[in-house]
């Protein structure tokens, strides 16, 4: 059984969390921020793992590796513009 | 053991996911962001990968492969283009969410249906909803961003299009609930896909009415929208990782939807269900007034012979990538001791930051580019207020005219400048239809033509030296 009610304690303060720092992030890198955090969401990768490698039947495992692709795109696209876009951010 | 090394990898990646975020208040220290980030995701991927109920490899190896073969090229898209790569990777991770929770679905269905009690049911629900209309919505708005000829630029409206898109949210939400209390009824199979199909058609015509001057907001919308369907998923999947990482992706989305949404003066409800184009035009205002042109000698001897010049860039400053020839305007003029800045205005551009990004790509420092808060109370010691290819942001009318679409929208008070140089492509009013009165000003002078070619020349003119 899932407890349920801890994920949801968990949510709650996350997306606190999650309020209290995006609202401090400078408005030079809102462009970044985004493909940051679709960098780090694209985290559901842990739950294609799962479901593209378990013993499952075969369709299902494909669903999974469907997914795993395009959470894995993400992940590297997200973090390498990311790092490409503030490279180019000089004070001078 | 396996399961303590998950869970404290699970603990360690959402502290450097925090530690990611929280970096990026500072572009001196964003790129420690990065590392936080990447090193929290491997983390992750590392301890999950080893656990022991992963039997199967070859096609975790193989989606990797995939995702970088596809993933690098798209992180090497020109910087005009990262509006569009942004909303293609939130239907990425729109899709994932809705494939991972069909996945879900169809597995408890058929091999544990004991597993599909009501509660995680509506998790699985809100996944596949949330994941496939932020799929097609997004996959529209990256269409309708790289002007892709089938999908229609200007918003698409019809009467009775709320109730429409209403009703098929509505009807996805009912099948989901009789699916969610019937799982394992023989039917319930096609109307869990019939949901799908919904959300899929709904994530379409959530989109059909938005333009462009709106995907700022639109944008920001759906990244809380794929945070939200990654939460979804840490509840179906019992994952907590995956409910800190979407909640701080949702909040993102979050904040930078109010953020869009307050620098144009309107509400959710109102860019997802109010079209923009549709409004009806204001009385042309300055009607009997003219454009008063100036020749680019003119424009040239103004700007060298100002002390202070702001440079309000917009989206046609993109469209025309002038942003290199803008950073020779800005070299020409700081050699001759002129202070030049950037006035950003929030909603400049096609997402949150657009100008910002593209203005340091042409190598200006950031520390020249300034918010429009702070740069209105100085607009009135301004010498030379140049607008490329802005509109709407820097329209006097938003301040008092009722019936505009823009009334109330927070502008650039780029007309309180002394003298006010505007380069524009064309005699058409900008993307919400309005008159610009700014450009029919005593104190503007109009430059027409496209962004980069005018700003070469002015460029050239200023090299040449041949104005004294």
């Known amino acids: 059984m899932i407890d349920y009610w801890s994920m949801l304690f968990v ?20 462009t970044l921020l985004m493909s940051l955090t679709n960098a780090v969401s694209a985290i559901a990768v842990v739950g294609s793992i799962v479901v593209a490698g378990a013993d499952y039947p075969g369709t299902i495992r494909i669903l999974g590796a469907v997914a795993l692709f395009a959470s894995m795109t993400n992940i590297v696209s997200g973090f390498l513009i990311t790092d490409r876009m503030l490279k180019m951010f000089k004070k001078q | 053991m396996t399961y303590a090394i998950a869970q404290l990898a699970a603990v360690l990646a959402t502290a450097l996911f925090i530690f990611s975020l929280h970096w990026m208040n500072d572009p001196k220290t964003a790129r420690r962001g990065v590392v936080a980030g990447v090193t ?25 492969v995939a995702g970088f073969i596809v993933g690098v090229p798209l992180s090497r898209v020109p910087l005009t283009a990262v509006p569009q790569r942004t909303a293609l990777s939130h239907a990425f991770g729109g899709f994932a969410a809705g494939v991972v929770g069909t996945a879900e679905y169809f597995l408890g ?59 098929v949210l509505v009807i996805a939400v009912a099948l989901g609930v009789l699916v969610a209390v019937h799982p394992t009824a023989a039917w319930s199979g096609q109307v869990f896909s019939a949901i799908v199909g919904l959300a899929v058609l709904f994530g379409v015509l959530l989109i059909i009415p938005i333009g462009g001057a709106d995907m700022p907001t639109v944008i920001s919308i759906l990244n809380s929208y794929a945070g939200l369907s990654a939460v979804a998923m840490g509840f179906v999947l019992n994952n907590k990782l995956l409910v800190t990482a979407g909640a701080l992706d949702g909040s993102s989305g979050l904040i930078l939807s109010v953020i869009m949404c307050r620098a144009m003066n ?13 409004v009806q035009k204001t009385a042309a205002l300055g009607a009997q007034k003219v454009w008063k042109q100036e020749t680019v000698e003119g424009a040239a001897q103004l700007l060298e012979q100002a002390s202070h010049v702001v440079v309000v860039p917009g989206y046609g400053m993109a469209v025309a ?18 202070t030049v800045q950037f006035a950003i205005h929030p909603v400049a551009g096609r997402m949150p930051g657009h100008m910002n990004v593209l203005l340091a790509e042409a190598d200006i420092p950031y ?10 109370p100085e607009m009135q010691q301004c010498d030379v207020a140049l607008v490329i290819g802005a509109n709407d942001v820097v329209n006097p009318a938003a301040r008092y005219a009722k019936g505009s679409p823009i009334y109330g929208m927070p502008i650039i008070d780029a007309d309180k400048a002394k003298t006010v140089l505007a380069i524009k492509r064309s005699k058409n009013p900008g993307f919400a239809g309005i008159d610009n009165e700014l450009y029919v000003q005593d104190n503007t002078w109009m430059l027409f033509g496209d962004a980069k070619a005018v700003i070469g020349e002015l460029v050239k003119q200023l090299a040449g030296g041949g104005l004294h």
Do not use: C
Request: net charge positive; charged share 15%.
């Open chain 2, 109 to 167: 269905a058929g091999e544990n249906p004991a597993q599909l009690t009501a509660f995680r049911m509506s998790a699985i629900v809100a996944e596949v909803i949330l994941g496939f209309l932020t799929f097609t919505g997004s996959l529209m708005a990256a269409g309708k961003l790289q002007e892709v000829k089938w999908i229609p630029q200007r918003p698409v409206t019809y009467p009775g299009q709320n109730v429409v898109n209403v009703g």
């Open chain 1, 11 to 30: 949510l709650v303060l996350a997306t606190f969390i999650g309020l209290g720092v995006i609202r401090r992030v400078s408005r030079l890198l809102y």
């Open chain 2, 40 to 64: 929290g995701m491997s983390i992750a991927v590392a301890a999950t990968w080893i656990q022991p109920e992963i039997v199967h490899h070859g096609w975790i190896v193989l989606a990797i």
């Open chain 2, 367 to 376: 520390t020249a580019l300034v918010e429009m808060e702070e740069i209105n």
């Open chain 2, 321 to 338: 990538q002038a942003q290199h020839k803008v950073r020779e305007l800005y070299d020409q003029l700081t050699k001759r001791g002129v």
């Open chain 2, 266 to 278: 309107r509400s959710f409800t109102n860019v997802l269900f109010g079209a923009f184009g549709t």
